[in-house]
């Protein structure tokens, strides 16, 4: 007997258990995204390793020589700010785009339209993977050390992809229905970057600023990922505790509000 259950009816954790537990479709659609992505170019892969790098420079050169006194080991430090940074940033604009670009499958396949905002999440996280593992070898280069905290990197990068793909795929469905959805997020990424400390320390900010980069989830998923590479040592429990408070809280809500938009999606494709 078959079921025919309404989708509508199926509860959310189900609905987003389902997607994850189809690896195949998952492995199809984000291996297509990195492909698509180095189609024509030569360098390939390479460019995912070599992108935070521009940015970390100009930081570098800027900065250092006026904040550079007051972190200890301020290259790791930049470098793992804009790593981070590069990678969120990315993540959340092409989950916010992933349906958009995926029209025509959209309108002729069957599979689930929250596929591909994960899909786009996974290549993100394929290509902080490979700029993690960089950093992580030339570290002893940058004047930092390899150590065990290293170890608890993948459940930073973990946490920093989940809340990505909540920000973007709460997104992606006013995305495809309004151009200015995607410009406004990208003004307000550009705003966040700076309340998030890629490239300055919170203790040199007043204490008003001070409180606004503290509240800021970032700040947290970034010191999980930070600690471990610049400093050697694992976050408290307590920033693992709010790491993943908030990411789950970010996944949560941005699954609602696609899956309260997913009955109109293919019908705006």
Known sequence: ????????????GARLLSIFGSPGL????ARREVIVRYRSSALGLMWSLAQPLPLALVLLAVFSSSLGSRVEGYVTYVLTGVVFWSFVSHSVLATLN???????????????AAAFPVAAVLAGLFHLTLSSITLVVFLPALGGAASPALLALPVAMLLTATFALGLGMGLAPFALRYADVGEATQL???VIAYATPIFYHPSILPPRLATIVDLNPLTTLLSCFRQPVH???????SQWGEAAGWSAAMLVVGFLLFRSQEPG???HV
């Open 1 to 12: 007997m078959q079921d025919h259950t309404p989708e509508s009816a199926v509860p959310p």
């Open 26 to 29: 998952l492995w199809f659609l």
């Open 98 to 112: 992933s349906l958009q670009r995926n029209r025509g499958a959209l309108r002729n396949a069957p599979a689930p």
């Open 188 to 190: 307000t990424l550009g």
């Open 231 to 237: 400093a050697g040592a694992l976050p408290s429990i």
């Open 265 to 267: 999606i293919r019908s």
